[in-house]
């Protein structure tokens, strides 16, 4: 599943997928709402924003980014699939348009 972003069709993109059988999923551009890692790389980065002190370097945001990971209560995760029907009306309703919140 991709939402046409530029770099989601990138040739080595395509090479790659082509490589390995994997078929793509009719999507609406830019539905990040119909994504569920996206709501939770959003969740992750309010948690690293909050870190006191933040990530210096890469090896930091790595090190935070995996301990974050692990902090995301499995209440927030079942929240975001549950939520992918409501999600998935409301794109239809707005013909692929962002979502209001």
Same mark, same amino acid.
């Given at each position: 599943? =991709?939402?046409?972003? *530029?770099?989601? *069709?990138?040739?080595?993109? =395509? #090479?790659?997928?082509?490589? #390995? =059988? ?10 990040? /709402?119909?994504n569920?890692? #996206?709501?939770?790389? /959003?969740?992750?980065? *309010?948690?690293?924003?909050r870190?006191?002190p ?12 995996? #301990? ?7 209440t927030?995760?079942?929240?975001v699939?549950?939520s992918l029907?409501?999600r998935? =009306? ?6 692929g /348009?962002?979502?209001?919140?």
């Amino acid at each position: 599943m =991709d939402d046409n972003a *530029r770099p989601h *069709r990138a040739n080595l993109v =395509d #090479e790659f997928l082509k490589s #390995e =059988d994997i078929k793509r999923i009719p999507w609406p551009a830019n539905s990040p /709402d119909l994504n569920p890692i #996206e709501n939770l790389w /959003d969740y992750l980065g *309010r948690a690293i924003a909050r870190r006191h002190p933040p990530p210096r370097d890469v090896n930091g945001l790595k090190t935070a980014l995996l #301990e974050e990971w692990s902090l995301i209560p499995q209440t927030v995760i079942n929240n975001v699939f549950s939520s992918l029907k409501t999600r998935c =009306d409301m794109c239809v309703r707005v013909r692929g /348009d962002h979502i209001p919140y």
